[in-house]
């Protein structure tokens, strides 16, 4: 399977404890993302890489939360003193930017759905 | 700021017939693009079509295609010959100005396709 990968698929924590989440990109793709989506909802962008570089930061992520891409491969997002808001399914994407193309289609990974209690 | 509307919450269609979901976008910007997903209940995000704005025609993507209407602001997507594999959620999505590569999603519209 050559498509975007994440893990773990559901997470159960307790209000106050930290989660990572781990993101596998399609091997060639430069670009990673992360999302959240709420029930209901549209996805809701949280940040973005290009290589190891992260590039912007939505204002949706505050300090509890950091993303690192440290090699420009795989990337992980950890949620620190997590809180019962966090509840959501937070998705992954990546592309592979190229110069003169009209668009870089972003490919989804399955997602990692986070539970609160 | 860029905005997504998608006014349909839920839409029933019988099999075999074509469907309209609507999406209308807000921005600034004179260089964009939009974008639908289909989002069945697995979860994942599937790429369905693409409209750049300088785009002169309005794409096709097989059973797909994307009513284009730059002045109104809408982009809204047909699907033809409707099949029961099409019942899922389905996202607009719009990237442009400063970041060109951040896309905005609309809030969905859940399509169900009766037999």
């Known amino acids: 399977d050559t498509g975007v990968s994440q893990d773990p698929r559901h997470k159960i924590t307790k209000r106050g404890q930290n989660v990572t989440f781990r993101c596998d990109p399609i091997s060639e793709h430069n670009r990673l993302y992360w999302y959240r989506q709420t029930l209901g909802q549209g996805p809701e962008f949280l940040t973005y890489?290009?290589?190891?570089?992260?590039?912007?930061k939505s204002r949706l992520l505050s300090d509890r939360f950091s993303a690192e891409r440290p090699k420009g491969s795989f990337s992980t997002l950890e949620i620190q003193r997590t809180e019962q808001g966090d509840s959501a399914m937070y998705l992954c994407a990546s592309s592979l930017r190229s110069t003169g193309a009209s668009y870089n289609e972003q490919f989804f990974g399955p997602g990692t759905r986070l539970t609160v209690l | 700021a860029q905005k997504i509307t998608q006014t349909q919450p839920g839409m029933f269609v019988q099999e075999k017939e074509a469907v309209t979901l609507d999406c209308t976008y807000d921005t600034s910007d004179q260089s964009y693009g939009l974008f639908w997903y289909k989002q069945p209940s697995s979860g994942e995000m599937i790429f369905l079509i693409y409209?750049?704005?300088?785009?002169?025609q309005n794409a096709t993507e097989g059973r797909y295609s994307l009513n284009f209407q730059k002045a109104r602001k809408s982009a809204n997507l047909v699907i033809s010959a409707s099949q029961l594999g099409d019942s899922a959620m389905y996202f607009c999505?719009?990237?442009?100005?400063?970041?060109?590569?951040?896309?905005?999603f609309g809030p969905g519209t859940s399509l169900s396709v009766i037999p």
């Open positions: 999505a719009m990237r442009g100005g400063t970041s060109y590569d951040k896309v905005i």
């Open positions: 890489f290009q290589n190891e570089a992260q590039l912007e």
């Open positions: 409209q750049g704005s300088y785009d002169e």
